[in-house]
Structures are given as C-alpha cells and as structure tokens.
C-alpha cells in the first residue's frame, strides 16, 4: 500500500492548459473562454481537470489563461481559493502578460510552460502534468504518473482507445507491444491500429507528463528554435518521440469507473451539438457521466441560492419537471419542462415548455414560449410567446442552428431579431 507522503502527485503539480477560445463552440465563446463555458447544471468545463488532480492528490496547480479570460479567472478565485500556502498547497493563474517580450503573448502550449519556467521551479516538484483545461472526464492522474516513473519514459501521454475509422480527427499514437510510441501522427487519413487490435487506435488526449529537470531543458532548447512553433502536439511530442523514449498511457486504465460496467467517459464538447448532447446526456436514467458518487467529486463554485421552486397546478399551467436536471434558485412556474437540464436561477412562467433544451445560468423564460433542442445562452430573456425548435428554415433566419437541429440562442441574437420585426 503506498503511503501518504510517498505518493507521486505530492511530488508533481498540474500545469492546465486553459487559454484557448473553443471557437466551434460559436457564440458560447465570444465573451469567455471555453474552459469556462458552463456545463451540467452547476459547473464550469475547467472544474472537471481540477478536479481530477484535486482527488488525485495534486495539490499545486497552474492556470494558463489567454482568451476572453475574465471569467475563468473570477470563477476560479471564487470556487478555487481553498488552497493553503502553509498547508503547501497552490493554485496559481498565469495570464498572457507579455513577461519575456512586450510583443509577445504565448506563443502555442509548449511556450505557455515556458513563459512560466520561475513560477514552476518554485513549486520544487519532480514531475509535471500537463493538461487542457476543456474535456469532460473522470480521471485517476496518479496511476499515469505512477506508470511514468515505472517505465523510465522521458514523456507519457495520455490516450483514448476509439474505433480505427473515427481517428482521423484526431492526433493519433503509433505503438508497439509494450505501447512505446513509435510514431505520432495528426489526423492522418488511415490510421494505425493497435498491435492487440487493429480495428482502434489511441488518440491524445492532450495529457502529458513528464519529470519537470527533463521537460525545463527541453523547453528552454524550444524557446531559441527559430522553426518551431512552440506547441506540445506540434513540436515538444514529436520530438521525444524521434529522439527518446515516449510511451502511451491508456485512459481505460485510469478513468474513474463508479460501477464495473461504467464505460470509460471522455467527452470533447468543442461543438454546440456535441456539447447539447453532453447536457441532455445527464438527464438519462443511468448517465454514462456519474456526477452524484461522492467518491470522486467535481468541485466547484457553489452560489449561495435558495432551493429551486416549482409552483401552480392547473390544466396547461402546471410546473413540472420529468428527466430532467433543476439547479438551485430555479423558479418553475407553470412550465412544462421535459428531458432538460436547468442552470442556477433559471426563472420560467406560465404557458410555457422546454423540451430537451439547456439554459444557461439565468436565464428568463417569458409566458407561452416554447422551445425545443434548444442551447440558450446565460442571462437570456426569451420573449413572450417565442417558439423555436419547430420550423427550422425560421429559427435560422435569427439564431444559429447546428447541422443536427440544435439551435443556439443568445441575447444578441434576440436583440437582432427585435428590431427587425
């Protein structure tokens, strides 16, 4: 049984890569950044890679930030400031701010790191996991590291096992037996197999670790390459793997399964559909994505609200909610809410119905509206009487809707839509 003090992630920290905008997200990125987007009723996408490393046993901790990056920052003073310097504990936000050159903002991910070499010694850790700051997992980071110190790897990174014929989107891992990475290669158009199965490939996951003496030389010798372009995916891996020893950890063998037939949950939620779909996802029965088991928990920021209400109970304005997920503060008054998933201070009224559609934090919900498969963003006001989610061709004069039908609203769509009519 390992103790305590001799744990891995006591000697390690975790640098979070969390400066991109996400721009697939569309217009639920133009005032923050993607690992700040809201997600599954209460929390922010960033708490999940927090989170991680928190319950891994990690506790110094670097932000990267960059982008529109307000909001991420305010969430993480306000969920995040728990940790203890005396207590050796730390999470430090690091924005872009022009410290090596006044022309210089960070460059790619591998020069982010670089930017902040003072920051990371003074944390006198031996290894560093790098992570990004915008995917929805549940992950043990203290077995990956515990495998990288095993095998004597100069890099281990983090991969998924998806089918062969869905890797193209992905960076993609090359492996022999003992799943050392032979070759890395970026959305290649066939990609390898696995020397157990050729019918999967491994794809990053954008996870890294690495003995921090080893990658800090690396970084520096990046830094004065003229040809590189400073990023980890582009440069830093690839490198390792031309010149040293890079091997595969695989995901399976370290997600946090809550019961043994649990899949190995890991969602990219880059896109509006694929981030609708998340949503609505934890509104199943069984959800594959298990954010009630106390053992592995999500922190986050919790706003002081009262309980969420549900009020009047006549025929056509009762307010009800079936498979569906209701944050605190929620006032459901006389709405019909099925297969949804509500933020904190959602406010609805009477006459109206929201069918498989996920609403921001609040979000005002006027009389008689009805909307389906709808994204509406925070602090909407939807007018009285707005139907979306039926005709198509009319939702997408104003909002923006998705090859799959979903359709993203926000405030100044509605604004647009105001004053043209």
Same mark, same amino acid.
């Given at each position: 049984m390992v103790?305590?003090n001799?744990r891995?992630?006591?000697?390690s920290m975790?640098?979070v ?5 996400g721009?697939r997200?569309?217009e ?14 209460k929390?922010?996408?960033?708490d999940?890679a927090l ?9 110094k901790?670097?932000?990267?930030t ?11 003073q ?5 940790f203890?310097a ?6 430090d ?7 090596v ?9 591998a020069?982010a790191?670089?930017?902040?070499i ?9 290894y ?6 915008d ?12 495998q990288?110190?095993d095998s ?6 983090g991969?998924?096992?998806v ?5 193209s989107?992905f ?20 990609? &390898?197999?696995?020397p157990?199965?050729?019918?999967v490939t ?14 800090r030389?690396?970084?520096? *010798?990046?830094a ?12 830093i ?12 950890h695989?995901?399976e063998n370290?997600c946090v ?13 880059g ?6 779909k ?6 199943? #029965?069984?959800p ?18 009262? &309980?969420a209400?549900?009020i009047h ?29 509500? #933020? ?5 009224n ?11 934090p609040q *979000? ?8 389906t498969?709808c994204v509406v ?7 009285e009487?707005?139907i979306?989610?039926e005709?198509?061709?009319?939702d ?5 809707v998705?090859d ?7 405030q ?6 105001s004053?043209?009519?």
């Open positions: 103790q305590p001799d891995l992630s006591r000697k975790a640098f890569l969390a400066g991109g905008r721009s997200l569309k639920l990125t133009d005032r923050r950044a993607k690992p700040a987007v809201y997600f599954g009723g929390t922010r996408i960033i999940f989170s991680n490393a928190l319950n891994s046993g990690i506790k901790m670097a932000i990267a960059q982008y529109k990056a307000h909001s991420l920052i305010r969430h993480c306000r969920g995040w400031s728990f203890r005396e207590r050796n504990e730390y999470l936000i690091l924005p872009a701010s022009q410290r050159s006044e022309d210089m903002w960070y460059r790619g991910t020069d790191v670089t930017q902040n003072d920051i990371v010694d003074s944390y006198d850790v031996d560093v996991l790098i992570l990004a700051g995917h929805i997992y549940k992950m043990d980071y203290e077995v990956m590291i515990q990288h110190v004597g790897a100069d890099v281990t990174v991969c998924l096992t089918p062969r014929q869905e890797a989107a960076g993609v891992m090359a492996i022999d037996a003992q799943d050392r990475i032979t070759s890395f290669l970026e959305k290649p158009s066939d990609p &390898p197999g696995t157990d199965d050729p019918d491994l794809a990053s996951m954008g996870i890294y670790v690495f003995k921090w003496s080893f990658l030389e690396l970084l520096i *010798a990046d004065d390459n003229p040809d590189s372009k400073h990023d980890f995916g582009g440069d891996i690839p490198d390792i793997v031309k010149n040293g020893k890079a091997m595969a695989r995901f370290s399964r809550h019961s043994g037939e649990a899949p190995a949950y890991w969602r990219d939620v896109t509006v559909d694929a981030y609708w998340a949503n609505i996802d934890l509104t199943n #029965f069984n594959d994505l298990d954010l009630w088991h106390k053992d592995w928990p999500i922190w986050t920021y919790s706003e002081s609200v009262p &309980p209400k549900f109970d006549e025929d056509k304005r009762r307010g009800t909610a079936v498979s569906s997920l209701v944050a605190g503060g929620c006032i459901i008054s006389g709405t019909e809410v099925r297969n949804s998933l509500l #933020f904190t201070l959602v406010h609805t009477s006459y109206s119905v929201l069918d498989h559609s996920v609403v921001l *979000a005002y919900i006027s009389r008689h509206a009805r909307l498969k963003d925070h602090g909407v006001c939807i007018p009487g707005l979306v989610g005709d198509p061709e009319e997408a004069k104003w909002f923006r998705s799959t039908g979903v359709t993203l609203i926000t100044d769509m509605l604004d647009r839509r004053a043209a009519q």
